[in-house]
């Protein structure tokens, strides 16, 4: 079946750093692909998305580009701030797959000032 | 627009009885999923709704069930609660999937259900 892998945390980096978290999946079809960031007490919102390959989905400085020949959707934002702090889920839909979002573990970031 | 609104927000239970949760998803949105979100399994789908039919279900025992109303809302329910259950409940409504829309979800808040 569907599933996706995102890289462990927590992730620790200081204020202005580079950020990366790697995301892969598998799928039958031709999924779209999301991150979704969690912040303290909230519920999930969307931060970016893709639908086909080669797509990249950008928001508050944050970018990833579905990669069909790797099967991956890497998080990256050049400059992170303390804001940034929250729980990041990777995730994709796929009609095939019977009307369901399949998500990630979610890694956790922190960001120091 | 108002978003996804989940109740109650937070409750406690103790082992054998029973919950009720809701959702009012977005207005328009006739898709509702539900989710179990615990710090050791991450995001869990539940089961998905869509006009009142359940299109999917998750791997969960038949102890968890929900419904969908003809306004869209929708109650998950679980019984015989267990300890294991301990847990956020997410909400997520969208358009449903079609042709030419890829699925996003809205999330409510959740519903924080301890189970004692």
């Known amino acids: 079946g569907d599933s996706v892998t995102q890289m462990e945390g927590p992730v620790t980096l200081s204020e202005e750093a580079f950020l990366t978290i790697n995301c892969t999946y598998t799928a039958t079809g031709y999924p779209s692909l999301f991150w979704y960031v969690q912040y303290p007490g909230e519920g999930l919102q969307l931060l970016l998305k893709a639908t086909k390959a080669d797509d990249k989905g950008s928001n508050k400085g944050f970018e990833a580009t579905y990669r069909k020949e790797t099967t991956s959707f890497h998080l990256e934002k050049g400059s992170v701030q303390v804001s940034d702090s929250a729980v990041y889920f990777c995730a994709l839909s796929d009609n095939s797959g019977g009307f369901k979002t399949i998500f990630g573990a979610g890694t956790r970031l922190f960001v120091k000032a | 627009k108002a978003g996804v609104t989940q109740t109650p927000r937070y409750l406690i239970k103790t082992r054998g009885q029973q919950v009720t949760l809701s959702c009012s998803p977005i207005s328009g949105h006739r898709s509702v999923s539900w989710y179990q979100q615990t710090p050791g399994q991450g995001l869990q789908f539940l089961f998905e709704y869509f006009s009142e039919t359940q299109r999917n279900k998750g791997n969960f025992p038949g102890r968890f069930s929900g419904r969908q109303f003809s306004n869209s809302r929708s109650e998950m329910n679980v019984s015989t609660l267990e300890l294991g259950d301990s847990a956020l409940y997410l909400c997520?409504?969208?358009?449903?999937?079609?042709?030419?829309?890829?699925?996003?979800?809205?999330f409510g808040e959740g519903s924080r259900l301890t189970v004692l």
């Open positions: 997520a409504s969208s358009l449903g999937f079609s042709s030419g829309n890829t699925g996003e979800l809205f």
